[in-house]
């Protein structure tokens, strides 16, 4: 340990075990781009309070800057002693610029305030791009819900068939929780972007420097509020594995849908080669009727993942005593896991439903007369009949038609009329499908124009 930075005290090695399983490097050194600007702007604002000379802070910088284009040039080397990638940088700035300026480098700053600066840099301009990609990904299922809105199929609750709806109602639904993800992702953007250097490890900077310089130059909105919570706190990487949490879930469910409505039973959409598999025993795996859809299985199956993360780390930290522990070292996996993982889910989701067949044909087969039960009593409801009453009658003709195997719109109006005198020759608009969609013309329906209004609506947040 004498060897490592803060090995001043030390005068045994460490456990190589020991050493293996302290060090974050493996997976830290990830973020060495960040690590350099936030030195670089803590070495800056350090030179403007005098406490190192203008002369020092530039010598800092090119060195820093020459150890940023070693590990682009993939010529960094990574030694023994380098615990993570803030000793690594720093080691290596020693062997640059010399000893004595680069111990200057880390004057008044804590490792401690170090890992969360990398951490919320790097996370913030992940979600900067996964907010591109969600918009992207929104971006074709609404177009695609445009030109496809004629598209009517069954709606399912219970997973039966309850009522007709547009492809496109389908589409908005799904795209309606993808727009509240979309929405607080922001929101958590918001929280991520906050500049935690100036911190110390846990009591404040000795120094009189200026955080909000610090916070401009590397790109934060703001600073955070308190240096014993900077130093002790995971909350914004908790909230990004939250997001991710509910996020995959509804992109779980989507692709359950789609998982469904491509198998041959139902055969409303199929999947593009590009995005399914065949079977390495069944032959007639990859013809038309078994195609296996392993790329939504496995955004379905992702959400398992990361919910596990999220939770993981709740556990982490709960009852972790203020401030640091190296218990918060935990967060780094998950958090880059999660957010790889992620983006490669949009970029399938995206594909996936980019190159989607549809088939409305195999849609429109699968609507059924009986699902226009509801309508029936809704027709008699405009007629001054009370609903209870009219849900009734409704149920009786549904009965008839079922008993005499004859389609609800095959029946004569003197068969209706039996059920109840009260029919007339224009319930014959009631046993049609675009009647009963475009009835529901109330803001979030299945009308038309109610899912042209959703579409514009969503549309707004996109640009
Ligand atoms: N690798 C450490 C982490 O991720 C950096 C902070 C170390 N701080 C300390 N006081 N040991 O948490």
């Not at 992702?302 to 070292?329: E, H, I, V």
Request: aromatic share 8%; net charge negative.
């Amino acid at each position: 340990a004498a060897g490592m930075l803060w090995g001043g005290r030390f005068t045994g090695g460490i456990d190589p075990l020991m050493h293996k399983y302290n060090a974050s490097i493996g997976y830290d050194k990830a973020l060495y781009k960040e690590d350099i600007l936030g030195s670089i702007a803590f070495a800056r604002a350090n030179s403007k309070t005098g406490i190192i000379t203008e002369d020092e802070f530039q010598t800092i910088e090119r060195g820093l800057l020459q150890v940023m284009e070693e590990w682009k040039q993939g010529t960094f080397a990574i030694m023994p002693n380098d615990e993570d990638i803030h000793t690594a940088n720093e080691r290596r700035l020693g062997e640059v610029i010399g000893k004595d300026t680069a111990g200057k480098l880390h004057t008044g700053r804590s490792r401690n305030e170090q890992v969360v600066c990398d951490m919320r840099m790097w996370l913030r301009d992940r979600i900067k791009e996964i907010d591109s990609q969600l918009v992207a990904f929104l971006k074709v299922v609404i177009a695609r819900a445009e030109s496809e809105i004629d598209y009517l199929m069954p709606g399912y609750t219970h997973s039966q068939r309850a009522q007709p709806v547009r492809w496109a109602h389908w589409l908005m639904a799904h795209a309606a929780a993808f727009k509240q993800d979309l929405e607080r992702l922001r929101q958590v953007f918001e929280r991520v972007n906050l500049s935690p250097l100036g911190c110390g490890a846990l009591a404040g900077n000795v120094f009189q420097i200026d955080r909000h310089a610090i916070a401009k130059e590397l790109g934060f909105s703001g600073i955070t509020l308190n240096s014993m919570n900077t130093s002790a706190d995971r909350d914004f990487i908790i909230e990004f594995l939250t997001w991710n949490s509910i996020f995959t879930n509804h992109i779980s469910r989507w692709a359950e849908d789609l998982i469904v409505y491509g198998t041959s039973e139902f055969g409303f959409v199929r999947l593009a080669d590009a995005y399914s598999t065949g079977s390495s025993l069944m032959p007639n795996a990859f013809n038309l009727k078994k195609k296996n859809s392993d790329s939504l299985e496995l955004l379905r199956g992702k959400s398992g993942r990361a919910f596990g993360q999220m939770a993981g780390l709740m556990m982490t930290m709960k009852g972790l005593p203020y401030c640091y522990a190296k218990d918060s070292q935990e967060s780094w996996e998950p958090m880059l896991d999660s957010v790889e993982f992620v983006m490669d889910s949009l970029g399938i989701a995206n594909g996936v439903v980019a190159t989607l067949t549809v088939r409305p044909e195999r849609m429109r087969a699968a609507l059924d007369m009986t699902m226009l039960a509801t309508d029936v009593a809704e027709w008699l409801v405009k007629k001054g009949v009370p609903f209870r009453e009219a849900h009734h009658i409704s149920g009786r003709i549904v009965a008839l038609s079922e008993n005499t195997e004859v389609s609800m719109d095959q029946l004569t109006l003197e068969q209706l009329q039996e059920i109840d005198s009260r029919f007339t020759a224009d319930i014959a608009e009631a046993f049609k499908y675009e009647s009963s969609v475009e009835a529901k013309s109330a803001p979030g329906g299945t009308s038309r124009s109610a899912v042209l209004g959703q579409i514009e609506e969503l549309r707004a947040i996109l640009e």
